[in-house]
């Protein structure tokens, strides 16, 4: 079903690891089921190891101590992967960026972080760069704005891969915030702990969202899609929000992020 | 003690902020410079490989610091100035005064700088009976009012014209009543005819410097105003207050700096003015000051170097980070509640007045990186942040509830059976109390969220439980 | 000096320099250290030069031109010095400025035939009230469209600020590529590790964006900056 650039004969298909990320896990499996479906297509033995978190809110608490225990427990727990695949740019970023950065001074853990490191990916850069993917079989019907999460932009390089798979989604039309690439005030904990500042922030980005002709933003990762649909809900906004692996997957025809779950259409 | 800080009621400071519907508008204009930066960036191939050489620059130079700090001592006082030596805020403003007394000065203009919003000088000088007067149009307007700047290179920039108006008819006495200060170049022309009569009038000359070159014992200043000029040439004595960490080796050096300054902070490819200054006017110089007088200010800073916050040491204070921070343009510089805001402020101000009274700032990001994105001496200011963080977390000092929190989730993620367990349970709770509404406009503990948006419910159950029912059904 | 000792106790320099060192983990004495940062004194390496600037004599002048202009700055050209007074006169008729000209005691502009004009002349240092000035830039910086102006006992400094029209001349043959090409000519004429007592390093004229990031020429210093290139 997906095309890629070297067809990849079946014996060598490469042992993905999925890290779920706990949002997904707990809020929208189907993400999960997403990105499954997505790396299967595209020739991917895909396994769950039992996983938790990656540390990064411990991390981003300034508790190392926690963030190297998890960071440990993970990397044990992706062993025997080939790669290691987060439908997240901020989790993704954590296991490729901070991870060696955790265990700088302890030579031994630090190289086998770098390993795993080497190894992590997130979603949709690792169905472009490394598995070469150049178009998806799937049809979504909408105008939609694309928000470029922070850490999956400015720690893993995320800006071109979507916009590049979205552009082979039929009845798909792209257009671009104002500033895209500007924070949704997400941050983690900052949401919840800073609530006011984070407000500030994340209505900004719904009038960006607003101004354009957007009736989905999508991003790839969770936590900044649940505050924007959270904010544009409680606006009163129709604009869906949407995981960009479930567009791509063609596995948009639920329910969108925080909307009713009563009987399907 | 150094001008006084609400560093500690951060979040009031920003709830009033979010709340002051002028402070709002006036904000907007803050938003241009992130357009300008990125054209100047575009327009020079070399934007990039000058970044990089900018951090080496300042790299070296912090691992020199002594030897070149003695060597620019040397050629100062060959160039016939002199260098004073302040540990703290307190010792730099003593010096500066007494350099005034002797010099028999009534009146002091001054020239936009960082370091003696650091120190409180414009309050001390008052004390001891000297009038300072800030000429940089900025400065001169928030002097007028009262206030410290808001911004490290547009101090003024929360103000709205309006205000600026009501400012100079307050404190301008003979200004008529029917002239018409509307528009910003009524006010520009009002306060060029009364700051040229103080330039004129004044005894000593107060600047801060960019940099300071060993090479040469010069200082650097970089105006656009050419207030900083007119500070220094017409009285009849110059004094350079600056911190440790403004020396750079070389000239060569310096416009190495000077390239990735300018398009940094105001999108310019280089500033109107600047200027390089070596010692008093020289034996025929028509015009220049007589007394040339460097004050180097230390203030904790000598204690960053060889630690994890040294880097913060490279900053050039061109102001790129907070043009480009979402929590500066939503809040604007006064809520940080010292003299430096935005993300480089939420890096120093820990290290200058303390982790006790500073420690909110590195906590108010949502690290999203875009300050080290475009620092143009790629300071990484979130891991600084987080460094802070850990501090923090170490000693203690981060509230208790959140600990506790903390310390709850990290007991079950360590443990992935029972995490397993515990988040399945979490979400087949979470989701029937969502009954079926897709979200809750209000949950337990989550009121820094609901209170502003709603908060998605979870689909059904977990995915790990899902997958798990599949594969094992498959198998 | 004032502030350094306080009564039997280190002064704030040794207490700095200590701390630097202890910070440092150096003593100060550390032999490849000293080499180093002296070397670096000596060769002052270039960096990062861009390529802008960079070229033959007429792409550096039409390369300045255009960035001068960019700044905001007027320019124009003549083909001798004889001709600067009849352009510097045709400036400040043209902007309705009074037929005054300050300038210093610069032997270029000295030999130059003002008489032909009908400004009056005055030299010296500048009190603030004056209107128009001349003086003539140590060199010119094709990379950002910038006049170098050095102080001396010829050049004063007040004529770079106080007037509201700023006229320097720029020669052909001083016009350079970047930066460290000035720093060079520094170097020959000031001897190495020696500079004036002022450089300034001008990009158009005076302005300021303080009120409501509106700009505005014209803040303290000039609001007009106009080039003459010579020769």
């Known amino acids: 079903m997906t095309a890629t650039r070297d067809g990849r004969a079946p014996n060598s298909r490469p042992r993905v690891g999925l890290f779920v990320t706990c949002l997904v896990d707990i809020i929208r499996p189907t993400v999960g089921f997403a990105a499954v479906k997505l790396l299967e297509e595209a020739g991917c033995k895909v396994v769950v190891p039992s996983q938790t978190c990656c540390g990064q809110p411990a991390y981003n608490a300034g508790d190392r101590a926690t963030a190297k225990d998890l960071a440990m427990q993970a990397i044990d727990a992706f062993e025997d992967c080939d790669y290691v695949v987060a439908p997240s740019g901020s989790c993704g970023g954590m296991l490729a960026t901070h991870y060696p950065e955790l265990f700088a001074g302890e030579p031994d853990m630090a190289a086998k972080a770098e390993r795993f490191a080497a190894k992590t990916h997130e979603l949709v850069s690792f169905l472009v760069d490394v598995l070469g993917v150049e178009t998806v079989a799937a049809r979504y019907e909408g105008t939609v704005a694309y928000h470029d999460s922070c850490a999956g932009l400015r720690e893993l390089g995320i800006k071109t891969q979507p916009r590049r798979l979205l552009a082979s989604v039929e009845g798909l039309r792209l257009v671009e915030l104002e500033e895209a690439e500007t924070c949704c005030g997400f941050g983690g904990m900052f949401a919840t702990k800073y609530g006011e500042l984070s407000n500030a922030i994340v209505s900004r980005k719904s009038e960006d969202i607003r101004k354009t002709a957007a009736d989905t933003v999508l991003a790839g990762d969770l936590g900044c899609l649940m505050n924007m649909a959270g904010k544009l809900q409680r606006e009163g906004s129709p604009v869906k929000a949407r995981h960009v692996a479930e567009v791509l997957a063609g596995m948009a025809d639920g329910p969108a992020i925080g909307e009713s779950q009563g009987p399907k259409q | ?475 | 000096m004032a502030g350094e000792k306080r009564g039997g106790e280190v002064s704030a320099r040794e207490a700095i320099f200590a701390n630097v060192r202890r910070s440092l983990g150096v003593t100060g004495a550390e032999e490849p250290r000293r080499f180093e940062s002296e070397a670096r004194l000596a060769k002052a390496p270039p960096g990062v030069v861009p390529k802008r600037g960079q070229g033959g004599a007429e792409a550096r002048i039409a390369t300045f031109k255009a960035e001068a202009e960019r700044a905001a700055a007027t320019l124009a050209e003549v083909a001798a010095l004889a001709e600067v007074p009849g352009e510097v006169a045709r400036f400040l008729r043209e902007n309705n400025a009074p037929a005054t000209l300050r300038m210093g005691t610069d032997q270029r502009l000295a030999t130059m035939p003002w008489s032909v004009t009908p400004l009056d002349i005055l030299h010296g240092p500048s009190d603030g009230h004056d209107l128009n000035a001349v003086s003539v830039a140590f060199a010119a910086i094709a990379e950002t469209g910038t006049v170098a102006l050095v102080s001396g006992a010829d050049n004063p400094t007040t004529l770079n600020f106080l007037p509201d029209n700023q006229i320097v001349v720029v020669l052909r043959s001083d016009v350079v590529a970047d930066y460290e090409s000035v720093f060079v000519r520094l170097r020959e004429t000031y001897g190495k590790g020696g500079a004036p007592r002022t450089v300034n390093f001008i990009t158009g004229p005076s302005r300021s964006a303080d009120i409501e990031q509106t700009l505005l020429l014209g803040a303290h210093g000039p609001r007009r900056l106009h080039i003459v290139i010579a020769g």
């Open chain 2, 1 to 475: 003690m150094s001008a006084v800080a609400t560093t500690s009621k951060f979040k009031e400071n920003a709830h009033d902020a979010l709340t002051d519907a002028r402070l709002q508008g006036a904000l907007v204009h803050a938003r241009n410079f992130t357009v300008r930066r990125a054209a100047a960036a575009e327009r020079l191939p070399e934007f990039e490989a000058l970044r990089d050489n900018a951090r080496a620059v300042k790299d070296h130079t912090l691992a020199h610091l002594d030897l070149y700090l003695e060597a620019y001592e040397r050629k100062v006082v060959e160039s016939g100035g002199q260098v004073h030596y302040a540990q703290d805020a307190e010792e730099a403003r003593r010096i500066i005064i007494e350099l005034c007394r002797s010099l028999g000065a009534k009146s002091v203009t001054k020239g936009k700088s960082m370091v003696s919003e650091e120190i409180g000088l414009n309050q001390a000088l008052e004390a001891a009976g000297i009038e300072a007067v800030e000429t940089d149009l900025g400065e001169y307007i928030i002097q007028l009012r009262g206030e410290a700047p808001s911004h490290i290179i547009a101090p003024a920039i929360h103000v709205t014209k309006q205000d600026v108006e009501q400012d100079f008819r307050k404190a301008h006495r003979d200004l008529p009543a029917t002239r018409d200060l509307s528009e910003p170049e009524q006010l520009l022309a009002e306060a060029r005819s009364v700051l040229r009569a103080r330039f004129l009038a004044a005894d000593v000359g107060v600047t801060g410097a960019n940099f300071l070159v060993a090479e040469t014992g010069t200082s650097i200043i970089v105006t656009n105003e050419g207030n900083g000029d007119l500070t220094q040439i017409l009285p009849k004595a110059h004094i350079v207050i600056a911190s440790i960490e403004k020396i750079v080796p070389t000239l060569e050096d310096a416009a190495q700096l000077l390239r990735v300054l300018a398009r940094s902070a105001t999108g310019q490819d280089a500033s109107v003015y600047t200027t390089l200054s070596t010692g008093p006017r020289r034996p025929g110089d028509p015009d220049g000051p007589s007394a040339y007088h460097v004050v180097i200010l230390d203030n904790g800073r000598s204690s960053m170097l060889g630690g994890e916050f040294e880097d913060m040491l490279r900053c050039i204070r061109c102001g790129a980070c907070m043009n480009h921070c979402p929590v500066y343009q939503a809040i604007g510089g006064h809520a940080y509640g010292w003299v430096y805001p935005g993300p480089m402020g939420a890096v120093l101000t820990p290290s200058l007045i303390g982790v006790a009274e500073g420690g909110q700032l590195p906590n108010a990001s949502s690290f999203c990186g875009r300050c080290e994105e475009v620092c143009p001496v790629r300071i990484p200011l979130p891991k600084m942040m987080r460094h802070w963080r850990e501090r923090e977390f170490e000693r203690h000092l981060s509230p208790a509830p959140f600990r506790y929190g903390l310390g709850l989730w990290a007991f079950f993620a360590r443990r992935p059976t029972l995490y397993r367990f515990a988040t399945d349970l979490a979400a087949r709770a979470m989701h029937l109390a969502g009954r079926g509404k897709g979200r809750f406009s209000w949950a337990p503990l989550a009121g820094g969220w609901t209170q502003y948006r709603d908060l998605a419910a979870p689909e059904k159950t977990t995915f790990q439980s899902q997958w798990r029912a599949k594969s094992g059904a498959v198998k």
